[in-house]
């Protein structure tokens, strides 16, 4: 989970508060960064709203064909469960009929490895998520926390 402080580029919707186009961006540029420094393998990056439509998007050159939608699947699955997805890997592990029935009833759009990370307002609310595939979940999550770090935002992680 990322906590927001009040620092960041953010927009107001109503009394609603909304990940902007540019922090998404941000977001993204930080842990495609964090993943060169830690030469990591190339990397897909999806920031979600907390509806699960997607803001921000980059795929590294590289990276393999399905990373776009596994990275989309741990950002959506996070705002879909409310948990990071380590946290509903660990879950599964424990109640694999029910985390099998959930992903066919989402028609796939959720994965339980780590890489997938939320992003909350001060005060708690899911405000969207981060997903990230192409390495190791490890580094998945250290990169997208990295993403959330530069933007003066904390994730839970490991």
């Known amino acids: 989970m990322a906590v927001c402080c009040f620092e960041y580029d953010r927009h107001r919707n109503g009394d609603y508060m909304t990940l902007s186009l540019s922090t998404a961006q941000s977001i993204v540029a930080g842990a495609l960064e964090a993943a060169r420094t830690k030469q990591a393998k190339p990397l897909a990056v999806a920031v979600v709203d907390a509806g699960g439509h ?5 795929r590294e050159d ?4 399905f ?4 990275a ?3 950002a959506r699955g996070v705002v879909g469960m409310g948990d990071d997805t380590r946290v509903l890997a660990d879950r ?8 099998q ?12 490895s780590p ?6 307002d001060a005060g708690g609310s899911l405000l969207g998520a981060v997903g990230i595939s192409g390495d190791t979940g490890d580094v998945d999550e250290e990169c997208a926390l990295a993403g959330l770090t530069r933007e003066g935002l904390q994730g839970e992680g490991r």
């Open 101 to 112: 029935s959930l992903s066919g009833a989402v028609d796939g759009n959720i994965a339980f």
């Open 92 to 99: 599964a592990k424990s109640n694999p009929l029910f985390f």
């Open 62 to 65: 590289g990276a393999t064909i």
């Open 72 to 74: 989309l699947a741990k």
């Open 67 to 70: 990373r776009h939608h596994i």
């Open 115 to 120: 890489g997938g990370v939320a992003v909350r």
């Open 54 to 58: 997607l803001i921000a998007f980059a």
